[in-house]
């Protein structure tokens, strides 16, 4: 039976191959390390459960939510963005509640994009700045990631070589999966050239409180008269450990929030309100709860860094996220980067993220989440270095075992 259009438009999944070689080892009673999905494993802050289990008790607080974020919440991250930020929102027209930031991502797309609508789009990403466009009938020009001199270059072809002129401009920095962080600077510059090109920009700042060296990641949103055409995506789920939560936020131009707030009137109720309760408490706290995310990372990278390497397996330690942007080692690199992750899988117990997943510009790299402890991690390098030591002699003769099956 032939797929529907949509569907047809989308590649098979890369992630659910590694999946389900992950769930076949476990049956057969292998101990998996998984560094694939980036799915936190630290428990929520104790404050934000029991100020979810207190409204919860409320059953006013049972019935149907607001899909743009009640009053409170709204407030709260106007308030959070002027903190950190200096950024001053109206949390009435300059803010909505979304369930997660992937939700926003795919919902905003919905809201703007006409069949045909080039959008500019980094690759590798992650793969929702451009299925959330391609399902909505977009075209994705890819660009370089790299927050370098050769990016507005690169943004200059894609609007010179593309028909129609692009409407849209993804930004990711800290990226997912790259890792990399981006200036002010470089905002300023590509701000100045999207109101040129009249561009809206659309920025994901999911990892903003993730860093570990310098200055904390800027907000595009920071440079004067960004929020003409800008909207900025973040969410709680790695900032506060909430991931399954659902809770996240879009912020900035009037325009483009209220064509995403209108969007999905039609689509959802919002979160549940003690949810959305809880999360305003969070974001009026003290910031004691991010400093400790933060911390717990920082600590795994560095042991993720020097574990790794002293097992063989040289990784560029991320400067910020909850990921390390890996590069294939060289004996393995003609494999490609997801018959290389299932070899991880079958011969050393390590799950790890396919870089082609992301766009086919990162089909060298793994992407490897810190989310095992400091223990799992040390283990997981011990596999690996008796993995290299037995099979990088011989890379040429080792196939998956899933490719017999």
Known sequence: MEEFHKVRRLP???????????????????????????????????????????????????????????????RAQAAYYSRRFGVKLNPDTQVVATLGSKEGFANMAQAITAPGDVILCPNPTYPIHAFGFIMSGGVIRSLQVEPDDGFIPALERGVKHSIPKPLALILNYPSNPTALVASLDFYKDVVAFAKKNDIIILSDLAYSEIYFAGNPPPSVLQVPGAIDFCVEFTSMSKTFSMPGWRMGFAVGNERLISALTRVKSYLDYGAFTPIQVAAAHALNGDGADIAEVRDI????????????????????????????WAPIPEPFR????????????????????????????????????????????????????????????????????????
Not at 18 to 30: E, H, P
Not at 47 to 65: F, G, M, N, W
Not at 297 to 324: C, E, L, N, Q
Not at 349 to 361: C, I, L, Y
Request: charged letters at 25%.
């Open 12 to 74: 098979p999944y890369v992630f659910e191959q590694v999946n389900r070689l992950k769930a076949s080892a476990r049956s057969r009673g292998a101990d998996i390390i998984d560094l694939g999905m980036g799915n936190p494993d630290l428990p929520t802050p104790k404050a934000i459960v029991d100020k979810l289990c207190e409204v919860v008790r409320d059953p006013r607080t049972h019935r149907y939510s607001s899909s743009r974020g009640i009053p409170g919440l709204r």
């Open 334 to 405: 003609h494999l490609g980067s997801l018959e290389f992750s299932k070899l991880l899988i079958e011969h050393a117990d390590v799950a790890v993220a396919p870089g082609v997943g992301f766009g086919e510009h990162g089909d060298d790299h793994v992407r490897i989440a810190l989310v095992e402890n400091e223990h799992r991690i040390r283990q997981a390098a011990r596999n690996i270095k008796r993995f290299l030591s037995t099979s990088a002699k011989q890379p040429n003769n080792l196939v998956p075992l899933s490719a017999h099956r």
């Open 297 to 324: 990372y920082h600590k795994r990278r560095d042991v993720m860094v020097d574990a790794f390497g002293r097992a063989g397996w040289t990784i560029p330690a991320p400067a910020a996220s909850m990921f390390a």
